[in-house]
T-cell receptor, first 108, second 113 residues
Framework: GQNIDQPTEMTATEGAIVQINCTYQTSGFNGLFWYQQHAGEAPTFLSY????GLEEKGRFSSFLSRSKGYSYLLLRELQMKDSASYFCARGGRRALTFGSGTRLQVQP | KAGVTQTPRYLIKTRGQQVTLSCSPI?????VSWYQQTPGQGLQFLFE???????NKGNFPGRFSGRQFSNSRSEMNVSTLELGDSALYLC????????????FGSGTRLTVV
């Protein structure tokens, strides 16, 4: 992705909590999105942050700090089905600019 | 309501040929954007259309083009196909480019041989 950084891979245990970090270039910022993509499937929308702070949606939460160009996705009570790739994407002039994705492996 | 529909799902073409991919957005969505997904480069922005006008274009050669019709359906065309064009092509439609997110279609898997 263009100036969007996130870890390549993460491993966590079923039932645990995992935090996926994302840093992005702040110029032209128009919101930060998180998407989940299972292998062979389309990305699905998880969350959107445009103001600083935490947004919670069930087991998933997303945080944004605009001044720091930083976001994270927090997944609680991990389930095996959460094994997927997670992309942060910055909204802006070019619709969505994606990070390279974090492949999350949830182990029993 | 129906989601984003992309056709065809799979396509095999020969180098030098051209290909046209189709995307029908969610009813009421006027923004359609296209992305190329490859293992090495991730998701790369191709272009975005809004009300039949190309709003922005990514860093792809002129062989990649697109258009949007009055019913918001969009097509992208790739001419003079190269082996490196093999990828999953995804389109996404959006109502407001913001809090409702972009909804992706299932993609067209293009293989160039």
């Amino acid at each position: 992705g263009q100036n969007i950084d996130q870890p390549t891979e993460m491993t966590a245990t079923e039932g645990a909590i995992v935090q996926i970090n994302c840093t992005y270039q702040t110029s032209g910022f128009n919101g930060l999105f998180w998407y989940q993509q299972h292998a062979g499937e389309a990305p699905t929308f998880l969350s959107y942050n445009v103001l600083d702070g935490l947004e919670e949606k069930g087991r998933f939460s997303s945080f944004l700090s605009r001044s720091k160009g930083y976001s994270y996705l927090l997944l609680r009570e991990l389930q095996m089905k959460d094994s997927a790739s997670y992309f942060c994407a910055r909204g802006g002039r070019r619709a969505l600019t994606f990070g390279s994705g974090t492949r999350l492996q949830v182990q029993p | 309501k129906a989601g984003v529909t992309q056709t065809p799902r799979y396509l095999i073409k020969t180098r030098g040929q051209q290909v046209t991919l189709s995307c029908s957005p969610i009813s009421g969505h006027r923004s359609v954007s296209w992305y190329q997904q490859t293992p090495g480069q991730g998701l790369q922005f191709l272009f975005e259309y809004f009300s039949e006008t190309q709003r922005n274009k990514g860093n792809f050669p002129g062989r990649f083009s697109g258009r949007q019709f009055s019913n918001s359906r969009s097509e992208m065309n790739v001419s003079t196909l190269e082996l490196g064009d093999s990828a999953l092509y995804l389109c996404a439609s959006s109502l407001d480019r913001g809090k409702n997110g972009y909804t992706f279609g299932s993609g067209t898997r293009l293989t160039v041989v």
